[in-house]
């Protein structure tokens, strides 16, 4: 079969490389030398400008940081940062716990934090070297040994919640309910989130029950509302979500409150809401995998992230809320420092609920029931 | 007459068929505006970005040095096999070709996940070299393929004259049957060139995270929201092709010219 | 030919009879050693690396020997991404043939001077990178895209393709009918004119001509085409995340999935489905070839 591909550039070739003579034959030769020679040196001269052996492995969500940051990192410390990214926790999980690459700091969610470190995939943080630690505002390391008791294995960096993106030119009035993510008058025009925990998560609460139910009768139910949704649903996205609503390319998304600031500033017609019914506080943290090869350098890079001046720089680039408190107190835009959408009032937060690990025997239920409802 | 009408029409349609998305892409290339549909007025931003973006342009390097080192590794190891094989009885060389055939006829994705798995078994860290050594592999059945036919051709007794002559085995190898069998080699080359340039699956299951050539770049790229460097890249790529082998046509014309007035 | 020169040649291929190829290093089997490397690469990236989707395919998380992974490809979620991509990947290879064929007959009946040209014209988007064309077609097919844009600019009502199973076969067509064109073009240029003229000094009109002579006679390169459309068109992934929005679901992303998600077991096992697939769907194919790999590129 692939002989036919064979012929065709075989024809080329033949007609190229058979030459009449000697002389020619020479020629082709030479070319051939100095085109291979070319493309290698071009290879390596742009390939092989930073080859230090000082790295750092980061493996991080999607447009979840700012580059200049990764860059000003590695000229302050000389480390070389190898930068990765990952869509969801339940992609980064089996890649840590196969140890086929071995990061040095991942950026976990709470729920996944607490089942690394109860599989004993995470390595205690020496904080000696994260002195920065104490720019983080107590209350989100209080929060955060609901999924890690003693504050031994990560350093919050994100907050957030999810909620619902829309236009408010393409939308019949204010939104304030899941319902609308279901409601068929937008068909098409729905942006769903690609996440199994999101989307069972918002199935859930909207059928008035616990975003970490384990009983299956609930799930079921939950599986059915989001197979009646597939057909509504312009896509099922994650960072996508982003330049598609600024584009106005759909009503309604489902995003988190991180990237509403974002969309707002770059689209004024777009408005972010925790929808009545609630929705999912969470809280991402830098953690170190145990499997680690520069340990130092991650927690000099995890340092460096909590400086006061980085996580703002930080914030005003992904606009995703920063538990820095020393940050926060630097911002001078008071629109964002005041900003409903980065920082809720606490009767929003009342009605968020935490992702909670739920075993593996639960996790491969929610995730076969997601794949049902895409197989329609 | 009419026959020749409608051919030039459905000819016409086709290429219309086959352009029109390439068309667009170059087009977008110079959209000042980063949408899909508007056009927000011509600039050559885009191409200045493109050549600031370390990311893609470290990809482009990386895909051009595994496709020229694959490629040259897979030509020494397919071309050397395609000898041997060629001088076997026929069982063992049957069975060697079934075997050579098998990445062909697996599906990518297929080859990609059972060399992942190789890999990890081995404890060998994904990396520049893991994707180096998956593509040498799917490269070398294309050589053999290529040069395999070449082989047949070739008369037997030129090699035994030129020992008889007294030239030793290697001389008489690289003085009589390399230039003979040179054109299959040289097709297989740039046939295993062009599969790796141009390889997606494959690579994407074997890298590591260090590690981006051109496909999987532009895959995450897409995952994310496409940014317009990538329309000005797929405009120079296609430019660049286009020239290649208006290059190509050319000597073969130059050639028939040449004979003609022979 | 002379006397003589005609002995020499009867000799010759005698001789060459016996040694039925091209090439025989009667003196050294030191010749076998050069395949050597390539035999342990075969051995070490091949072989093993199948064996090993076959272990793992085979066994569960705890090492112990399971037809589960075998099976689950009869759960509906991963039967329906099968029968999907069968699907798709029929209609296809169909819709490419039926475009495929025209095109390559009059590529042949053109003159021989733009000929050349020509080919390499519909063999130019092959070679732009397999993924920059398939973003292409999203440009086009988005809702926001160029064609409704057109559309709506004609104030016709607007087509809603992307992430449907059109937007598949679409992507599918776009991406491997140079795949189908060439075989097909490359056989047909190889039927001797003389034969198709005695048909017709003969008394066949063009359809009998068409029926009895090329269409049997292109066979071979029908099977080609056929066959180099239908399985990356059955196993991709790719097109169907670019095109699909993550609402198709094919056995590819199936797969790609269960490997992402870490579930190597599963993904094995359905893996080797589908190779037994591919493989059966070949053989069968390959009836109608029987040329096979024999034939000369030369």
Request: aromatic share 10%.
């Amino acid at each position: 079969m692939i002989k036919v591909t064979l012929e065709v550039i075989t024809k080329e070739i033949r007609r190229v490389a058979n030459p009449l003579n000697n002389k020619e034959k020479n020629e082709m030769k030479k070319i051939l030398f100095y085109l291979t020679l070319f493309t290698i040196a071009f290879g390596l001269m742009t390939g092989c400008s930073k080859d230090t052996g000082n790295k750092v492995y980061v493996y991080n969500w999607g447009e979840y940081i700012d580059p200049d940051v990764l860059d000003s990192f590695e000229e302050e410390t000389g480390i070389e940062v190898v930068y990765d990214e990952f869509e969801q926790n339940e992609e980064m999980y089996p890649k840590i716990k196969a140890g086929a690459v071995q990061y040095d700091v991942v950026c976990p969610s709470d729920y996944m934090i607490q089942k690394m470190s109860d599989e004993g995939l995470l390595a205690e943080i020496n904080y000696d070297n994260v002195p920065n630690i104490k720019n983080i505002d107590p209350a989100y390391l209080e929060s955060s040994k609901s999924f890690d008791p003693e504050n031994k294995y990560s350093v919050p960096y994100c907050w957030g919640t999810l909620g619902i993106l829309y236009n408010k030119t393409m939308v019949d009035g204010p939104i304030d309910s899941w319902g609308a993510i279901f409601d068929d008058k937008y068909t098409g025009n729905i942006l769903m989130i690609d996440s199994v925990r999101d989307a069972f998560g918002i199935a859930l609460s909207y059928l008035g029950y616990d975003l970490n139910s384990t009983d299956e009768s609930q799930l079921e139910e939950a599986k059915e509302l989001l197979k009646q949704q597939y057909p509504l649903v312009q896509a099922y996205v994650v960072d996508q979500v982003r330049d598609k609503m600024i584009g106005g390319e759909a009503a309604i998304g489902v995003i988190y409150s991180g990237e509403a600031i974002f969309t707002q500033r770059e689209n004024p017609d777009l408005e972010y809401v925790v929808p009545n019914e609630g929705s999912n506080v969470w809280i991402d943290g830098w953690v170190i995998p145990k499997n680690c090869r520069n340990k130092e350098n991650a927690e000099a890079f995890i340092n460096y992230m909590c400086d006061a001046k980085i996580a703002l720089k930080n914030f005003e680039y992904i606009t995703y809320s920063t538990p820095n408190a020393a940050a926060r107190d630097m911002i001078t835009d008071e629109d964002i420092k005041n900003s409903k959408v980065a920082f809720p009032e606490q009767s929003v937060l009342d009605r968020c609920r935490t992702y909670r690990y739920l075993g593996e025997d639960m996790e491969a239920l929610y995730i076969n029931k997601w794949n049902e409802v895409k197989s329609n | 007459m009419v026959k020749k009408f409608f051919s030039r029409c459905y000819i016409g349609i086709i290429l219309l068929f086959l352009y029109a998305p390439i068309a667009i892409l170059i087009v977008l290339s110079f959209n000042a505006s980063k949408s899909r549909a508007k056009w927000g007025g011509f600039t050559l931003k885009w191409y200045q970005e493109l050549f600031h973006n370390e990311d893609i342009m470290a990809a482009l390097s990386t895909t051009l040095i595994i496709a020229i080192t694959s490629a040259l590794i897979a030509t020494l190891l397919g071309t050397a096999a395609a000898i041997a094989m060629n001088s076997m009885k026929k069982t063992p060389r049957t069975i060697l070709l079934a075997i050579t055939n098998i990445p062909m006829l697996n599906a990518d994705i297929v080859t990609g996940i059972s060399l992942m798995l190789i890999f990890v078994a081995l404890n060998f860290t994904l990396g520049f070299t893991s994707v180096l050594l998956a593509h040498i592999t799917f490269n070398i059945p294309y050589v053999i393929l290529s040069v395999m036919p070449k082989l047949k051709q070739l008369n037997a007794h030129t090699f035994e004259a030129a020992q008889d002559l007294g030239a030793s085995p290697v001389y008489a190898f690289f003085k009589v049957i390399l230039p003979d069998i040179f054109p299959g080699v040289l097709s297989g080359f740039f046939l295993a060139f062009t599969m790796s340039l141009d390889d997606f699956v494959i690579t994407h299951f074997t890298k590591g995270p260090e590690i981006n050539t051109l496909s999987t770049k532009i895959y995450t790229e897409v995952r994310k929201g496409i940014k317009p460097e990538i329309y000005a890249l797929s405009t120079l790529m296609f430019v660049t092709v286009l020239l290649l082998l208006i290059f190509i046509n050319r000597r073969k014309a130059d050639k028939n010219t040449l004979i003609r007035k022979v | 030919m002379t006397v003589t020169e005609k002995d020499d040649h009867n000799l010759k291929q005698n001789k060459e009879k016996k040694s039925e190829h091209g090439l025989q290093f009667s003196r050294g089997n030191q010749v076998k050693w050069l395949s050597f490397p390539y035999l342990i690469w075969m051995i070490g990236f091949i072989l093993i690396p199948l064996i090993m989707i076959v272990y793992y395919g085979l066994t569960n998380g705890e090492n112990s020997f399971t037809t589960a992974n075998i099976s689950i490809i009869a759960d509906p979620i991963n039967r329906d991404a099968l029968l999907l991509a069968l699907e798709l990947s029929i209609v296809s290879t169909i819709i490419c043939l039926i475009l495929a064929y025209p095109l390559a007959i009059i590529l042949n009946n053109t003159k021989l001077k733009s000929n050349s040209f020509i080919v390499l014209i519909i063999i130019l988007p092959m070679w732009m990178n397999f993924l920059l064309r398939t973003i292409a077609w999203q440009n086009i097919l988005e809702r926001t895209g160029v064609l409704n844009t057109i559309l709506e600019f004609l104030h016709l009502p607007t087509l809603n393709i992307i992430n449907t199973p059109a937007a598949i076969v679409l992507g599918m067509v776009y991406n491997f009918l140079p795949f189908m064109v060439l075989p097909i073009y490359n056989v047909l240029i190889k039927i001797d004119k003389d034969v198709v003229n005695a048909a017709r000094d003969l008394g066949a009109n063009t359809g009998q001509t068409f029926r009895k002579i090329i269409l049997p006679l292109s066979l071979p390169g029908v099977v080609s085409g056929i066959t180099m459309v239908f399985v990356p068109s059955l196993t991709t992934f790719v097109i169907s995340t670019i095109l699909g929005g993550s609402k198709i679901v094919l056995i590819g992303n199936v797969i790609e999935q269960q490997f992402r998600l870490g579930n190597w077991n599963t993904g094995s096992g359905l893996s080797l489905v589908l190779m037994v697939f591919i493989l059966f769907s070949m053989a069968v194919i390959s009836k109608y070839d029987k040329e096979g790999e024999g034939s000369n590129v030369w």
